[in-house]
């Protein structure tokens, strides 16, 4: 994922964010395994039998996988976006009383553009944000969109309706069994309507939520110092997220960067799959895509917000960011390349790579996460599991120039693409 930005960044001194926080993460740790410890013992109180025991489970299984997350250095401590997040969350508390006192402020090593906050006041912010936003006010629409979630407590409810619905499910697929009917395919039919109308209802529930979300983040948000219309305008900069650039790679690219002194570049290697024979109206997919939806359309929630808040109907420009800002948005933008690494995105890692290099942007930085993008699926070809790293073709889901990377890609021999991952590793600088 890849900032619509065109603004060039000068990275020849890039530092990479320290990652050397084992006593601020041990510190963390110890609090959210207290405070999750906590929660726990008071949803035992609260609730009895099955439900207390659904829940209980839950929220184990969720602390175990956050306190794995933590410990894999998905996220960052002691960075340099921690005081502006405080900062912000400071502006939106003074005239918001409603907003906890007791939020602890978190950065994940995430390329999307999100954020979101736990039960016990740990506020998530992925870097991703300042790929896609203009300005610190549109950063704290979003956490005001997130306080909203907080305040209504969508989460809890979200996970009380889901062990309510399992008893519900239970009792109706046990009457299922009994039934006197002896054809296994009714009895299956059955079943999957009760799945596909939970799936479609949890999906209808998020959505509400969202809206609301919505209505009570403008509400703290326009209560502070920033300017109203920027929450809007961060909703319309998030509509325009792709989790995969749609920038286009030109074929000069392809041939600029693997006509290699000791391997020439090879037309056959931009041959595309031919997918005009199949026939998509024959396959009809058995759950609704749009129902499985869990956020509205932006442009609804946009719609809704406008209707319900007369003012935002005035369309006003984003503000020019602070000189803090922009610092910020490049250490965000040097950092895709690491976090892509980090989460073992190696294919996307290298469409990045080749479009920052596309662009002319620091060739020895861009250059050397190529090299070691390439190395990494030169390991999983050879050991038989690419697929983990490297997506396949879906023509109805991808963008041409997406699709045509792909191709090239497993077009590409183990040999060839170890020649690719040398080339580049050698004489790179060392990226940790």
Request: with cysteine; proline share 3%; net charge positive.
């Given at each position: 994922?890849?900032?619509?930005?065109?603004?060039?960044?000068?990275?020849?001194?890039?530092?990479?964010?320290?990652?050397?926080?084992?006593?601020?993460?041990?510190?963390?740790?110890?609090?959210?395994?207290?405070?999750?410890?906590?929660?726990?013992?008071?949803?035992?109180?609260?609730?009895?039998g099955r439900t207390a025991s659904e829940l209980v489970k839950i929220y184990k299984e969720f602390g175990a996988d956050f306190e794995k997350q933590v410990k894999n250095k998905d996220f960052v401590f002691r960075s340099e976006f921690d005081p502006v997040i405080r900062n912000l969350i400071e502006r939106l508390r003074k005239n918001n009383p409603r907003i906890p006192q007791d939020?602890?402020?978190?950065?994940?090593?995430?390329?999307?553009?999100?954020?979101?906050?736990?039960?016990?006041?740990?506020?998530?912010?992925?870097?991703?944000?300042?790929?896609?936003?203009?300005?610190?006010?549109?950063?704290?629409?979003?956490?005001?969109?997130?306080?909203?979630?907080?305040?209504?407590?969508?989460?809890?409810?979200?996970?009380?309706?889901?062990?309510?619905?399992?008893?519900?499910?239970?009792?109706?697929?046990?009457?299922?069994?009994?039934?006197?009917?002896?054809?296994?395919?009714?009895?299956?039919?059955?079943?999957?309507?009760?799945?596909?109308?939970?799936?479609?209802?949890?999906?209808?529930?998020?959505?509400?939520?969202?809206?609301?979300?919505?209505?009570?983040?403008?509400?703290?948000?326009?209560?502070?110092?920033?300017?109203?219309?920027?929450?809007?305008?961060?909703?319309?900069?998030?509509?325009?997220?792709?989790?995969?650039?749609?920038?286009?790679?030109?074929?000069?690219?392809?041939?600029?960067?693997?006509?290699?002194?000791?391997?020439?570049?090879?037309?056959?290697?931009?041959?595309?799959?031919?997918?005009?024979?199949?026939?998509?109206?024959?396959?009809?997919?058995?759950?609704?895509?749009?129902?499985?939806?869990?956020?509205?359309?932006?442009?609804?929630?946009?719609?809704?917000?406008?209707?319900?808040?007369?003012?935002?109907?005035?369309?006003?420009?984003?503000?020019?960011?602070?000189?803090?800002?922009?610092?910020?948005?490049?250490?965000?933008?040097?950092?895709?390349?690491?976090?892509y690494f980090h989460s073992e995105d190696y294919g996307v890692g290298i469409y990045s790579a080749m479009q920052f290099l596309q662009d002319e942007e620091d060739e020895k930085y861009y250059k050397a996460w190529l090299g070691k993008c390439f190395a990494k699926i030169y390991e999983a070809r050879k050991n038989y599991n690419l697929n983990r790293y490297l997506d396949r073709i879906?023509?109805?889901?991808?963008?041409?120039?997406?699709?045509?990377?792909?191709?090239?890609?497993?077009?590409?021999?183990?040999?060839?693409?170890?020649?690719?991952?040398?080339?580049?590793?050698?004489?790179?600088?060392?990226?940790?």
């Open positions: 994922m890849l900032t619509l930005c065109s603004v060039p960044f000068c990275a020849q001194a890039y530092k990479a964010i320290d990652t050397a926080d084992y006593v601020q993460r041990k510190e963390f740790l110890k609090n959210f395994s207290g405070n999750n410890e906590n929660l726990i013992r008071k949803l035992k109180s609260q609730y009895s939020l602890k402020i978190l950065i994940a090593k995430d390329n999307m553009p999100n954020a979101y906050c736990l039960a016990d006041g740990t506020f998530v912010i992925n870097m991703g944000l300042y790929s896609w936003l203009d300005n610190d006010a549109q950063i704290a629409a979003v956490i005001a969109h997130e306080l909203g979630h907080k305040i209504d407590d969508h989460t809890f409810k979200m996970v009380l309706n889901r062990v309510e619905q399992n008893e519900q499910d239970r009792s109706t697929v046990q009457g299922i069994k009994e039934t006197t009917e002896n054809r296994s395919q009714g009895r299956n039919q059955k079943a999957f309507d009760i799945l596909k109308n939970r799936v479609y209802k949890k999906s209808v529930e998020k959505r509400k939520q969202e809206m609301q979300a919505d209505s009570l983040g403008y509400s703290i948000f326009k209560r502070s110092d920033f300017n109203k219309n920027e929450f809007v305008n961060a909703l319309q900069k998030l509509q325009n997220f792709d989790t995969i650039s749609p920038r286009v790679l030109k074929e000069e690219t392809y041939k600029k960067l693997y006509d290699l002194p000791k391997q020439a570049f090879k037309e056959k290697w931009m041959k595309k799959e031919d997918f005009s024979l199949y026939n998509y109206n024959f396959y009809k997919e058995k759950l609704n895509k749009d129902s499985l939806a869990s956020h509205p359309e932006m442009a609804k929630r946009i719609e809704k917000l406008k209707k319900t808040f007369p003012e935002l109907n005035i369309s006003v420009e984003s503000e020019k960011p602070s000189e803090a800002y922009i610092s910020l948005k490049k250490t965000a933008r040097m950092e895709i390349l690491p976090n879906e023509p109805k889901e991808q963008s041409e120039s997406y699709q045509q990377f792909l191709n090239f890609m497993w077009n590409l021999s183990l040999d060839e693409i170890k020649n690719i991952a040398d080339y580049y590793q050698f004489g790179a600088i060392t990226v940790k």
